[in-house]
């Protein structure tokens, strides 16, 4: 079905490959210094839209009207040229710009020149995320950006990863940042439903002057995303491929085998009362269930595009197959993608359509569980001794503890399938009779309908633990629209020769809607595993059925302006301020106002710095304050008084399930942001140092009500938490011939999170192991020092708060003993190319952060030998004077120590990759423009001392079990992955 579908979309495209043709000029872009080729160079036609790239061998061809006579070469690192048309081929050589502050940046609502930009930006190439084999595309900006800290702490297909921008703002309301693609937001959740080679860059917005333009949603940071947009000439043709196979990665967390385990009861005096025969059967059983849980995963996708178009209009159609399977049997993901993007444009007009739409069918198991239920957990706690299955083929039954996990895996379905869409039109003004004045509108959707299905088969335990204890089948349906209607007006003017002027007046109003409904039946039987083996409930079979749902609504009305003004191209204001209202907030606080100035000065642009220029080509200093919002921590109806139906003795009625809160409102982030953007040595050297304060206020935090209230607690804005840092990045070619280049990247961020303010009367809020109080890190692990075991008697020894020893374990001796909270990280590579062969390599750490790995506190446990455990627990304190850090085996097990606290850093080669271009004279005989062939690598090694699959835990979750590992682990994968390229 997928070569079908493959040849259906070509043949489709590539039947309205006639679109626009014109006379047709070609050429080659090289650069002066080397004169090696240059790809992506923009060619367009002077004075109007049209317009295409050069390829990897710097080649291009642009058909163009009769009447054209100039072409405009444009490069970022190079100066602009202009060609005339002198004949059908051209031959253009670009100087190198040793000013790196022309590049464009897209900031959402407007675009910016780099030198113009005086906040906190970061653009990520489209390029760079698409090659990468994964299902969720925000996964392959780790390491990427300065300040952006990006966490995946699961290696089942389609998740998502966790991003963090400069630091954990809120408590309720989480890190994740605002994401908007062209123009429209969209949902975090959703991205395994979308294709990133659709995407064109990523704009991650970072300080106040970026982000308060989003107001009261631009708290935690806003990415950006754009997609690619069709080039006027003749139709170019892409296809992707991708084939790739994964496994998981090393466990270092090692637990008992046969023997080992048989001997460990044994010596502890036979608990579980095996006889000698039952010993001896056991002895033949050598189960390893890490082997029988993991398989290897593969990786095919399929991308076929085509673009092209005339001066007024241009296009790009695009499709995708993406097909992963996990490296855990009944996981993976299918996803089907279409794109089209259209643009038109006249004298005065433009118009545009930016649409995907696509499908994804997903397997997935459970994570971050406990139960024995959850499979992933029968690696670590299922017995050696056990065999999977009877010598009939039918599943075995554990007499004691985990039980049996594979009919849990293989039997129990997980399913869900979405339905994604997201699309915006606009249509641009320029009004002729004043110069400079244009008025835009932009409206798009969000469009998300998710149907699950969730099987517990009544042979399973999850089955039995049902009601009626005969399986249970749960359908749910979930449709979520967000619309966006985008309406400015807007000028641009220059005054003179030294003064330029840009403000746009905006009006925005977003509403959200989300439906569901679902039911739950039992008594499964038959061979349905769907509604049809449900047994219709009555009041003596015990299977009632139940019913669910729900449905919710917001909207937000806002209304802002945006300015711009230069003066002699080296000094820069910007000013932002947005007025927000929500409809999730209370009467009292229903509209809260955002803004922002930024100062930028190109000090290059001096006439006292020439005496420097031959070493700083570019040099920049900015400085920003402003403030931002957050409302994602709230429900939308969290200020209102509610009430649901109720029956009492007999009676309907209502009953009071919320208390009111009218002065709820926004979370507040107010940031000064101040650094230097620099290129040194003919642009050889580039690099950027900021610092940042941000102060975030109005926490959303649970307040605890007295107990005659018959609440516990009423959300209420009352804490505040800082995030201070630095942040650096730096680009280097350490060689650049006309065959040879050699480059260095990198970025380092660190990042110091303290709360600062609770509110009255609560000075502290404390778990099981962390503590949020006033002066510390949020997610402070919060634990009794563990000092080893006394050798004497094998009784663990612990620290009092004074530091003494002591062996009586007491919670009132708990300490700080370090955050899960991540200090430092950032990301490092280097690119090698000797022609048309390349070698890239990505390499992402973290530093200084703790992790409570509780895996390590249920298999360190003797109280839990009836499953397996830690091969460690063999160096168990057994005779007096033995030395040793595992105390004796009949002694309880204290977990809130610090002795299953870890190192959580480390260092991870991310992606590797080999690619060669073959060159254009051995491919242009055959018509193909461009042909790629790679291979790479990703996640292949990692360095850390943490035991367990994986040590990126993620530190980004809004409760208390940030940064600690609980159970049923989805590790990371290392892929191998090979594809090719063509352009035709």
Do not use: C
């Amino acid at each position: 079905m997928t070569k079908n579908l493959l040849i259906f979309l070509f043949t489709l495209l590539y039947s309205i490959a006639t679109f626009g043709q014109n006379r047709s000029v070609n050429g080659k872009v090289t650069a002066q210094n080397d004169g090696s080729p240059l790809p992506g160079v923009s060619v367009s036609v002077k004075g109007t839209s049209s317009g295409t790239q050069t390829d990897s061998q710097g080649n291009f061809t642009l058909n163009v009207s009769p009447g054209a006579k100039v072409l405009v070469f444009t490069y970022i690192g190079f100066k602009q040229k202009e060609v005339v048309i002198t004949g059908g081929t051209i031959g253009v050589v670009l100087q190198e710009d040793q000013q790196s502050l022309n590049e464009v940046i897209v900031t959402g609502y407007n675009t910016q020149n780099k030198r113009e930009v005086s906040g906190s930006v970061t653009t990520i190439r489209g390029d760079q995320v698409s090659q990468v084999p994964l299902a969720s595309f925000d996964q392959a900006l780790q390491g990427r950006a300065a300040g952006v800290l990006v966490e995946s702490n699961s290696g089942q297909p389609g998740a998502p990863a966790y991003i963090t921008i400069r630091g954990r703002g809120s408590v309720l309301g989480g890190t994740t940042p605002l994401y908007i693609l062209d123009g429209i937001e969209i949902t975090a959740r959703d991205f395994a439903s979308l294709n990133p080679n659709d995407f064109a860059s990523f704009n991650i917005l970072k300080d106040a002057v970026a982000t308060a333009q989003y107001g009261s949603r631009g708290s935690n940071g806003v990415v950006v995303i754009t997609s690619k947009q069709g080039q006027s000439g003749r139709p170019v043709i892409r296809y992707d491929l991708q084939l790739g196979r994964s496994k998981a990665p090393e466990n270092k967390l090692r637990v008992m085998n046969t023997d080992e385990k048989l001997d460990y009861e044994l010596v502890n005096g036979n608990p579980n009362g095996w006889t000698d025969a039952e010993i001896a059967a056991f002895r033949k059983i050598h189960t390893d269930w890490e082997k029988i849980f993991f398989q290897t995963g593969t990786t095919k996708s399929h991308n076929l595009s085509i673009s092209g178009g005339s001066d007024r209009t241009k296009y790009l159609i695009s499709g995708n197959i993406f097909d992963q399977t996990g490296t855990v049997p009944t996981t993976g993901l299918k996803r089907y993608t279409g794109r089209v993007n259209v643009s038109s444009g006249t004298k005065d007009w433009d118009f545009g359509l930016n649409s995907t739409l696509g499908y994804s069918d997903l397997k997935a198991t459970a994570e971050a569980n406990t139960t024995v239920s959850a499979p992933l957990n029968a690696i670590r706690w299922s017995n050696p001794y056990l065999a999977p299955y009877n010598a009939d083929g039918t599943y075995t039954q554990n007499p004691t503890g985990q039980p049996n996990p594979l009919p849990e895996l293989l039997e129990n379905k997980n399913l869900s399938g979405e339905m994604k869409l997201v699309g915006n039109v606009y249509a641009v003004y320029r009004v002729p009779v004043i110069p400079g004045l244009f008025a835009k509108v932009n409206g798009g959707a969000d469009y998300t309908s998710t149907e699950t299905s969730v099987y517990y088969s009544p042979l399973t335990n999850e089955g039995i633990g049902s009601t009626g204890g005969k399986g249970a089948l749960s359908r749910g349906y979930d449709k979520f629209v967000r619309y966006t209607l985008t309406s400015s007006i807007g000028y641009n003017r220059k005054f003179g020769t030294d003064h330029n002027l840009s403000a746009t007046l905006f009006n925005e109003v977003v509403k959200g809607t989300d439906s569901n409904f679902g039911f739950t039946g039992y008594g499964l039987g038959g061979a349905f595993e769907n509604e049809a083996g449900i047994t219709p409930g009555n009041a003596t079979n015990n299977f009632i059925p139940t019913v669910r749902g729900s449905g919710t609504e917001n909207a937000l009305l806002s209304y802002f302006a945006i300015i711009n003004y230069s003066y002699k191209d080296r000094y820069f204001l910007q000013l932002n301020g947005r007025r927000d209202g929500s409809s999730r907030f209370g009467a009292n606080y229903r509209y809260a106002n955002f803004g922002s100035a930024g100062l930028s000065w190109v000090v290059s642009n001096e006439s006292f710095f020439e005496p420097v220029k031959n070493i700083f080509s570019d040099f920049k200093f900015k400085v920003s304050y402003g403030s931002a919002g957050n409302q994602s921590g709230l429900g939308d109806f969290q200020s209102l008084e509610l009430y649901s139906r109720t029956v009492y003795n007999g009676v309907s009625g209502l009953s009071q399930t919320q208390l009111a809160s009218p002065n709820l409102t926004w979370e507040q982030r107010k940031t000064f942001n101040t650094g230097i953007e620099f290129t040194a040595f003919k642009g050889r050297i580039g690099g950027t140092l900021e610092y940042y304060n941000a102060l975030t206020d109005k926490l959303l935090l649970n307040q605890q009500l007295s107990r005659t209230t018959g609440y516990t607690s009423i959300t209420s804005n009352l804490g505040a938490m800082r995030n201070s840092g630095i942040e650096a990045s730096l680009n280097v070619d350490v060689l650049k011939t006309r065959r040879i280049r050699w480059n260095l990247y990198g970025n380092f961020t660190y990042n110091k999170n303290r709360v600062t303010k609770l509110y009255a009367g609560q000075n502290e809020i404390t778990d099981d192991i962390s503590i949020i109080r006033p002066g510390t890190s949020f997610n402070s692990l919060y634990l009794v020092r563990y000092a080893g075991v006394d050798p004497a008697n094998g009784n663990s020894i612990y620290l009092d708060k004074n530091g003494n020893p002591t062996e009586t374990y007491n919670a009132n001796d708990r300490v700080l003993v370090g955050s899960t909270e991540i200090p430092y990280f950032g990301g490092f590579g280097t690119v090698v190319s000797y022609k048309g062969l390349e070698l890239n390599t990505l390499f992402s750490f973290v530093k200084g952060n703790k992790i409570y790995n509780n895996d390590r506190a249920n298999v360190e446990n003797p109280d839990l030998s009836f499953d397996n455990i830690s091969a460690d627990l063999s160096r168990e304190w057994r005779t007096p004077g033995q030395i040793t850090d595992i105390p004796r085996a009949t002694q309880t097990l204290v977990s809130g120590t610090t002795r299953f606290v870890e190192d959580g850093s480390f260092l991870r080669l991310r992606n590797v990759t080999l690619s060669y271009d073959l060159p254009k004279k051995l491919i242009s005989a055959i018509k193909i423009s461009s042909l790629r062939f790679f291979v790479q690598g990703q996640n292949l090694a990692t360095w850390s001392k943490f035991r367990g699959f994986d040590p990126e835990v993620t530190s980004s979750t809004a409760n208390g079990s940030a940064g600690t590992l609980t159970g049923s682990q989805y590790p990371a994968l290392r892929t191998i992955t090979a594809g090719l390229s063509v352009g035709l």
